[in-house]
Nanobody, 117 residues
Framework: QVQLVESGGGLVQPGGSLRLSCAAS????????MGWYHQPPGKQRELVAS???????NYANSVKGRFTISRDNAKNTVYLQLDSLKFEDTAVYYC???????????WGQGTQVTVSS
């Protein structure tokens, strides 16, 4: 059974930081591109960042220089460090895993990030 369990969301003031974690089980972690999408209120889900097994990263323009994605293959965990948070970063953040070979995509349940003063 595949499980992607996110944690680390919460309420933070503008300019603050959060660290999201996503612990994966039931997949071959090294065979998956890992990443994060977010879905702001009333908007579609969109890619925030992704990371390959080799460590190549990709970021949405809106978060470049502020967010950092990383992965720990020994712990089957992917992280998203959110710094310099803005009001518009408020969203549900979803972890995903895409298998290189099967192209199957699995999703976490989401974690809420709210940026508010």
């Amino acid at each position: 059974q595949v499980q992607l369990v996110e944690s680390g969301g919460g309420l933070v003031q503008p300019g603050g930081s959060l660290r999201l974690s996503c612990a994966a089980s039931g997949i071959i972690f090294r065979r998956n591109v890992m990443g994060w999408y977010h879905q702001p209120p009333g908007k579609q889900r969109e890619l925030v960042a992704s990371i390959t097994n080799e460590g190549s990263t990709n970021y949405a323009n809106s978060v470049k220089g502020r967010f950092t994605i990383s992965r720990d293959n020994a712990k089957n965990t992917v992280y998203l460090q959110l710094d310099s948070l803005k009001f518009e970063d408020t969203a549900v953040y979803y972890c995903y895993a895409r298998d290189y070979f099967t192209r199957v995509v699995n999703w976490g349940q989401g974690t809420q990030v709210t940026v508010s003063s």
